[in-house]
């Protein structure tokens, strides 16, 4: 199953250069644990978010490694510099071929 989702960047889209620059990144994911059970007994699979990765032109600058123990909507917030005008790219991959991205601009004078 491949599932969409909607996710919600906050981050400046100017900064000066060598600026530290704080970065908001939510991802809408139900996240199950794959330890619950339904009303039958049965074991609900697993379907979570495993990977997030931000790359700024090109450069990883953040990588977060998810886990079952994660709760649903997650939300990173990291930071980093702004060297030069350009995109960064948030990419999300999960179980079940879940997969997401986003990319937003920034203008660096």
């Known amino acids: 199953m491949n599932k969409t989702s909607r996710t919600l960047v906050t981050m400046p889209q100017t ?27 049965q074991r609900i699979e697993r379907d979570i978010i495993r990977e997030f990765v931000c790359t700024y032109n090109g450069v990883e600058v953040f990588r977060a490694d998810l886990h079952p123990g994660v709760g649903a909507n997650p939300m ?33 004078t």
């Open 15 to 41: 900064a000066k250069k060598d600026e530290i620059i704080d970065i908001r990144v939510l991802v809408q994911h139900d996240m199950e644990s794959g330890f619950r059970h339904d009303q039958q007994g």
């Open 76 to 108: 990173f917030v990291f930071s980093t510099i702004a060297v030069e005008s350009g995109n960064l790219e948030f990419n999300w991959k999960g179980d079940n071929g879940y997969a997401a991205q986003a990319t937003s601009k920034i203008t660096v």
